[in-house]
């Protein structure tokens, strides 16, 4: 089994803010997703990075992956209430891939 | 834009009964996943599927699990007899290459009472 913790679990922020949720493991992964997740909603998939150091934007978000491929963080510049929800971060299973690790997810809750 | 679909949304079974959870992954995809999610905690790996086999398989999927590919679209998931703590959110995700992103349908809510 592969580990992928996440931090914090829960968040409250206002409106307006800039936020860090991270995701860390003891195992190296080929890549690493991030969904968000709404209650009762399957997740849905954000971005995806495969490189280490990779650094990708989706709009306010900035996703990195660590150089050595075991950790990833989520940057949200500027929260907005639209950005409320679950997040979750996972990872195929390094020895044949057809199994997905999925963390233990952040709940964001951005105040209006 | 194309999505994994799910049937029924919300699935209301007595304890010991069989059921089917339906699902159509997005059309050129050829990998295919069950997850559950037990209400307030993680998601978790099922099974995932491949040229008509299964590929791997986690504890949780037992001999009352099993899964079908039975036409060119549909991808199915058996519970053979309903346990209280099979209650959760079953979800059907497709991707199109192995290890590679995948994509999530909404999800069927089963209750087993």
């Known amino acids: 089994t592969q580990l992928l913790e996440q931090s914090p679990q829960f968040l409250s922020i206002q409106e307006g803010e800039n936020l860090t949720v991270y995701c860390n493991s003891s195992?190296?992964?080929?890549?690493l997703q991030w969904y968000r997740q709404e209650p009762g909603e399957g997740p849905v998939l954000l971005v995806t990075v495969v490189t280490g150091g990779e650094v990708k934007k989706l709009k306010r978000l900035t996703f990195q992956f660590g150089d050595a491929r075991k950790d990833s963080s989520l940057h949200i510049t500027a929260a907005q209430p639209g950005d409320t929800g679950l997040y979750l971060c996972?990872?195929?299973?390094?020895?044949?891939?057809?199994?997905?690790?999925f963390g233990t997810g952040t709940s964001l809750t951005v105040i209006p | 834009e194309p999505e994994v679909t799910q049937t029924p949304s919300h699935q209301v079974t007595q304890m010991g009964q069989e059921v089917i959870l339906r699902c159509v992954p997005i059309s050129n995809h050829l990998y295919f996943y069950w997850y559950r999610q037990i209400l307030g905690q993680k998601v978790e790996f099922l099974v995932s599927f491949y040229n008509n086999e299964i590929s791997e398989k986690s504890e949780i999927f037992d001999d009352q699990f099993s899964v079908e590919r039975p036409d060119g679209s549909n991808f199915t998931l058996k519970i053979r007899s309903t346990k209280l703590e099979d209650s959760a959110m079953y979800f059907c995700?497709?991707?199109?290459?192995?290890?590679?992103?995948?994509?999530f349908g909404p999800g069927t809510r089963l209750t087993v009472t």
């Open positions: 995700a497709s991707s199109r290459d192995r290890g590679y992103e995948q994509y």
């Open positions: 996972a990872g195929p299973s390094s020895n044949t891939g057809n199994q997905f690790y």
């Open positions: 195992s190296v992964f080929s890549s």
